[in-house]
């Protein structure tokens, strides 16, 4: 409990972007639950709204305002996203600058996605539970094939030639497979995997086999060990109990965390922290817009919820961020979930089941 006046101390101002499609629907639970959660554990948070999104860029023709990273970098302490895409915007120019801009320009170089099953019946996989399906993904966020480097040549002609370049760079890949080891250490010497196309990709991914084995010298302790990525898709679905940490390039990880994120129940559940360590930093579901179900309170706010424990973490407020994953796996185990994890409930009754919960929890 922390013992300072809420007056002496400095606010934690949290700037929130609900985005496109179910991004508000999802958005507006995880803000109840950061709401009763500074109420009950008496936080400094300060919850503020930004409208930036595929509406507001077609109504003003603005993604993001002059000077807006500045100000997310230097006058808050962290940012939530609900979720960015819109089908009226087919090349994603509002989320690339939103949504990646962020990621890059405050240079939150840790895509860190847990994937953990809160209940044994939502692992799609025979036989398997939480016991076997316990990992994190550590993804590159600022590099890869991300950079969106390339052109077009003779475009929209038939001898049109397209590239798109992948960059990697020492530093970048050195950083990222450190926090991964780090992570490893700090819990009891997890296993580390890391995956890549080395086989194909000569010379990017030939850099990340250099840089890990170098590390993996250095972490004596830990387990490493390296796999390419098209096998370790198919061993996370044989054998998830094989994996504690996996570090990965950018493309890779995105993929490879939609399918974590099936492994645990689906995109409903599944939540993502984009960091910078003692930087202000980025959090937001894995899941898209999902525009065929935006406004429908239907979505499952879950992954949002889980999504601010990892903020409230990151802030500071250990005791609350675990206080609400416990009261998402109580709403799982309850069955009061929405229709993708098998229930009946709507978005807003499970974001209100879950605020209740951590109000008044049971026990006490
Ligand atoms: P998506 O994640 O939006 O949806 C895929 C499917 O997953 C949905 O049709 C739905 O069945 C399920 N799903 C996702 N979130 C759910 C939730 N909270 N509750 C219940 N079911 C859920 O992926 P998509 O359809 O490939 O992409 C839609 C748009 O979102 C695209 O524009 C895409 O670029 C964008 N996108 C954005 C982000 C992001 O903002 N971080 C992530 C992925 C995709
Ligand atoms: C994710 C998303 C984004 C990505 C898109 C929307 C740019 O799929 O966060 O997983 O590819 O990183
Ligand atoms: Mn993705």
């Given at each position: 409990m922390n013992t300072t006046p809420p007056s002496e101390r400095r606010p934690q101002r949290v700037a929130i972007l609900a985005g496109d499609g179910i991004g508000p629907d999802v958005t507006a639970e995880a803000v109840k639950v950061l709401t009763v959660a500074a109420e009950r554990w008496d936080l400094p948070l300060e919850l503020i709204d930004k409208p930036w999104s595929a509406d507001h860029y077609l109504e003003t023709g603005e993604t993001l305002p002059e000077g807006a990273i500045e100000e997310l970098r230097d006058d808050y302490s962290a940012i939530f996203i609900g979720a960015y895409g819109d089908p009226r915007i087919p090349d994603m120019r509002h989320a690339a600058d939103i949504l990646l801009g962020i990621r890059f320009k405050l240079d939150l170089f840790v895509n860190f996605r847990p994937i953990k099953i809160y209940?044994?019946?939502?692992?799609?996989?025979?036989?398997?539970g939480a016991r076997d399906v316990d990992f994190v993904v550590f993804r590159e966020n600022t590099?890869?094939?991300?950079?969106?480097v390339g052109g077009n040549f003779k475009?929209?002609?038939?001898d049109e030639v397209a590239v798109q370049e992948e960059i990697h760079t020492r530093r970048g890949v050195e950083r990222i497979i450190r926090e991964a080891f780090e992570y490893a250490t700090r819990h009891g010497n997890l296993r580390v995997c890391m995956a890549d196309k080395s086989n194909v990709m000569r010379y990017g991914h030939d850099l990340w086999v250099r840089t890990f084995e170098e590390l993996s010298e250095e972490y004596a302790n830990i387990e490493a060990s390296h796999l390419f990525v098209d096998a370790l898709a198919m061993q996370l679905v044989r054998?998830?109990?094989?994996?504690d940490v996996i570090v990965t390039n950018n493309m890779f990880g995105d993929i490879i965390t939609d399918l974590g994120a099936a492994l645990q129940g689906?995109?409903?559940i599944a939540a993502s922290a984009n960091l910078h360590p003692g930087r202000t930093s980025m959090f937001e579901p894995v899941?898209?817009?999902?525009p065929k179900y935006a406004?429908?309170?239907?979505?499952?706010?879950m992954a949002a919820i889980l999504t601010t424990s990892l903020l409230l973490d990151n802030l500071g407020h250990r005791e609350a961020a675990n206080e609400v994953e416990r009261a998402v796996a109580g709403a799982i185990r309850d069955g009061f979930t929405t229709v993708d994890l098998?229930?009946?409930?709507t978005t807003s009754q499970v974001g209100d089941h879950i605020a209740q919960q951590l109000l008044a929890p049971v026990g006490i």
């Open positions: 209940d044994d019946r939502l692992c799609p996989l025979a036989g398997k590099e890869g094939a991300y950079v969106g475009k929209g002609t038939p054998k998830p109990q094989n994996f689906g995109l409903g899941h898209g817009s999902a406004g429908a309170d239907r979505a499952n706010p098998g229930g009946d409930r």
